[in-house]
C-alpha cells in the first residue's frame, strides 16, 4: 500500500506542477482496467512493483504500448522484484523497442550486467553516476559542540 500511495502522489504532485487541467492528466497512476488509448495518451504511468507484476502475468501484450519502464530502488530485493526482472529480461528480447532503466544505490553492475547482457547480445549499457560523499556530523542533544571532551 504504501507503493501505491506513493505513486498516486507522484501523479498528483507532477501533473500540478506541469499544470495539466483535471481533464488532460497525462501523467496518471497505474489501472489495470486501463484502456490502450489511455496508455498511449499518458507521458508517465505511475506503479508499483505489485502492479507491474500483474500486467506482466496477466496482460504482457500490454507492455508493447510502453517504451521505458523505470525500476527505482532496485537494491530493496524481494521475490517480485526478482521475479519482474527477469520477466522484464524476456520482454527485452520481444519487444526491441523497449527500454529499461534500472536505478539502485547500491547495485552491482557486473551482475547485473552479466544478466542482461547473456542473451541481449551487449545490447545493455550500464551508467555509474557517482555521488560525492559528504562527511556526516554528529550532535546530541544537551551536548555544546564548542565543549571539549576532557571535562
Do not use: W
Not at 55 to 65: D, F
Not at 83 to 99: A, D, G, H, P, V
Not at 106 to 114: E, F, G, H, T, V
Amino acid at each position: 500500500m504504501p507503493r501505491k500511495l506513493a505513486a498516486r502522489n507522484l501523479c498528483v504532485r507532477l501533473n500540478d506542477e506541469l499544470r495539466y487541467p483535471e481533464s488532460q492528466k497525462k501523467i496518471v497512476e497505474f489501472d489495470p482496467d486501463m484502456s490502450d488509448s489511455e496508455i498511449k495518451n499518458s507521458l508517465i504511468v505511475f506503479g508499483s512493483d505489485i502492479e507491474l507484476y500483474s500486467l506482466l502475468t496477466q496482460s504482457p501484450k500490454k507492455l508493447e504500448l510502453f517504451r521505458t519502464i523505470v525500476i527505482d530502488e532496485a537494491n530493496l530485493r524481494h521475490i517480485f522484484a526478482d521475479m519482474i526482472i527477469s520477466m522484464l529480461k524476456k520482454q527485452l528480447k520481444r519487444n526491441k523497442n523497449l527500454q529499461l532503466v534500472v536505478l539502485c544505490t547500491n547495485i552491482d553492475q557486473a551482475l547485473y550486467s552479466r544478466f542482461f547482457n547473456d542473451e541481449l547480445k551487449d545490447e545493455m549499457k550500464t551508467i555509474e553516476i557517482r555521488q560525492p560523499n559528504y562527511p556526516t556530523e554528529m550532535n546530541y542533544l544537551g551536548q555544546n559542540s564548542n565543549e571539549s571532551e576532557s571535562s
